[in-house]
Nanobody
Framework: QVQLVESGGGLVQPGGSLRVSCAASGFTFSNYYMSWVRQAPGKGLEWVSTINTGELTYYADSVQGRFTISRDNAKNTLYLQMNTLAPEDTALYYC?????????WGKGTLVTVSS
């Protein structure tokens, strides 16, 4: 069955960096667009970034220039490198498989930006 398992979250100081990962299994990872979506405490879901089956990437304005999405199809893994983190980036970060919209989600990894 399709599984998406995020990891790498944690506590980081403002201005710091963190990389979160998403290990995919149960489907042909290289055939699908993949996305990162986040949910801040008490707020709704916010799309962060998408990568196509190659290297074409898309970003929300709020993270453009600070975050980088990438994928390793040989490892079936999606990444999100987050730099210059700010308190407003505090959220549960989910990876999602895209199939005319997100059809599978992981359980998320918590990123907390605080001094």
């Amino acid at each position: 069955q399709v599984q998406l398992v995020e990891s790498g979250g944690g506590l980081v100081q403002p201005g710091g960096s963190l990389r979160v990962s998403c290990a995919a299994s149960g489907f042909t990872f290289s055939n699908y667009y993949m996305s990162w979506v986040r949910q801040a405490p008490g707020k709704g879901l916010e799309w962060v970034s998408t990568i196509n089956t190659g290297e074409l990437t898309y970003y929300a304005d709020s993270v453009q220039g600070r975050f980088t999405i990438s994928r390793d199809n040989a490892k079936n893994t999606l990444y999100l490198q987050m730099n210059t983190l700010a308190p407003e980036d505090t959220a549960l970060y989910y990876c999602a498989r895209q199939n005319n919209g997100p059809d599978y989600w992981g359980k998320g990894t918590l990123v907390t930006v605080s001094s």
